[in-house]
């Protein structure tokens, strides 16, 4: 069952790195931002990732292809200088992948899982993370290329139930967070470790589109006391006046740019591709704040009944359709109150899936973090200038998304789908379950 269960992880992160790849080869080698490397190189470093790992560090085979692991290091190369490599071109990428592939269901199925590597399937699982993770940043490319649509899903939903409240309160108290027990975790979300969090109230949905146009049409993007100083410069540096791909009409309708198509901007979904600054200076704005990434995870895991911390809001099992929008079956954020079964004990809705949301806290290691399997994947960020994000997006697999899953970027990112959820300060003796 385990041996299933991760051959289908991998072939579902498979299928959907075809999708994103499979367009003409002007596209792929193509840079469409500097922010972003060209489609092909992602294409590769995917195959070369699963080779380290799976070909070389499990089955203890040699190189697939000699003389190409620099061309593919993220370290070595920022992404604004890899299309001046050497790079594969579309049809050896392919290839390449394809063999890397063939060669990697044999060791999965000849595995033994008895070595702290390989133990429940864990990097098995990692190289899936691992290419959905990629597979978020190219659909992120999609979204910043210019010209014609290449992709296309059914639209998100847009049937609503409304939550009773509008936020709830979280009561003062410790809980767990992090885990132990989950075998396919990544190193940063370990060990589990008890935190204190003091009462605090959050929004039971995400910040719309109606709620953001709110902020700009009281000149938000002009007030420099609703910003930080470092907000308020970068705000004026690149001059910030809305969230990345909107633009307003002559008749002042907001429209914006998603996936090669202009769409209006539908005002009960969340706002997305709005940077850290953004979402600080709207929380002051609202008179809140953004919740830090311990309120965030006790708000998304702590069940108030047991007191237990739990893999997801709605509780252990794996995310369904009915729970989150995931895994880029839509294009797009549903509505809000769109998965009522997703929501948390407390009322808290879509704390998983349609967009990543920032939290006020640094990306920093837990108490007894261990660097596993490589330090390349958390160590060496922790600290400076990093923002804590949860939750992930319509354009986040299952497998790379729980409820201790941690993302972090840097403050001015905005081409990433994120948005923002707000939270608010209460007495610290509150302890009903509602506000």
């Known amino acids: 069952m385990l041996r299933d269960r991760l051959e289908r992880d991998l072939e579902r992160a498979r299928a959907r790195t075809h999708a994103l790849t499979d367009i003409d080869d002007s596209e792929l080698t193509q840079q469409h931002s500097p922010l ?18 799976l070909l070389r560090e499990v089955a203890g085979r040699g190189s697939v292809h000699e003389g190409i692991d620099e061309l593919y290091d993220a370290f070595l190369h920022p ?6 490599l050497p790079l594969l071109g579309p049809d050896d990428a392919r290839r390449y992948a394809a063999q890397v592939r063939t060669l990697s269901q044999k060791v999965l199925q000849s595995n033994s899982f008895d070595d702290e590597l390989t133990r429940d399937g864990f990097v098995f699982s990692m190289i899936a993370q691992h290419e959905q993770q990629h597979d978020e940043t190219m659909l992120a490319t999609h979204q910043l290329r210019a010209g014609p649509p290449l992709l296309d899903a059914p639209e998100a939903p847009r049937e609503a139930t409304p939550p009773e409240r509008e936020r709830v309160l979280i009561p003062a108290g410790e809980f767990e967070m992090g885990t132990t027990d989950d075998p396919w975790a990544l190193d940063n979300e370990k060990p589990v470790h008890r935190v204190y ?3 605090f109230a ?3 949905l995400p910040v719309t589109n109606r709620h953001f146009a709110r902020f700009i049409d009281d000149g938000g993007y002009r007030r420099s ?9 970068h705000r004026c540096d690149v001059g910030l006046e809305a969230p990345q791909f909107w633009n307003r009409d002559v008749d002042g309708r907001w429209w914006r740019r998603s996936f090669g198509r ?13 940077c850290f600054h953004e979402a600080d200076a709207f929380a002051r704005w609202a008179g809140a704040r953004l919740p830090t990434e311990a309120e965030w ?3 998304a895991r702590w069940d108030p009944e047991t007191g237990r911390s739990r893999r997801y809001p709605w509780g252990d099992d794996d995310p369904g359709p009915e729970h989150a929008n995931l895994g880029q079956r839509h294009l797009g954020p549903a509505v809000v109150g769109a998965y009522p079964e997703g929501a948390s004990p407390l009322g808290v809705h879509q704390l998983i899936g349609d967009v990543w949301e920032w939290t006020s806290s640094g990306f920093d290691p837990y108490p007894g973090f261990r660097a596993f399997p490589y330090r390349e994947y958390s160590e060496v960020f922790f600290g400076g200038d990093f923002r804590v994000l949860r939750g992930g997006s319509f354009g986040t697999d299952q497998v790379a998304c729980r409820g201790t899953f941690r993302n972090w970027d840097h403050p001015i990112r905005r ?15 509150a302890e009903a379950p509602d506000v």
């Open 36 to 53: 972003m490397s060209p489609l092909v190189w992602d294409l590769a470093h995917i195959a070369n990732q699963e080779e380290r790992w």
């Open 197 to 199: 969090v003091p009462a």
């Open 79 to 84: 992404r604004a200088s890899r299309t001046a």
């Open 262 to 274: 202009g769409v209006p901007v539908h005002p009960d979904e969340p706002v997305v591709h709005v």
């Open 225 to 233: 006391d609703l910003w930080s100083d470092e907000g308020w410069a």
């Open 202 to 204: 959050l929004d039971t």
């Open 297 to 299: 995870e006790k708000a």
């Open 415 to 429: 081409q990433i789908f994120a948005g923002l959820r707000l939270a608010h300060d209460v007495p610290e003796s």
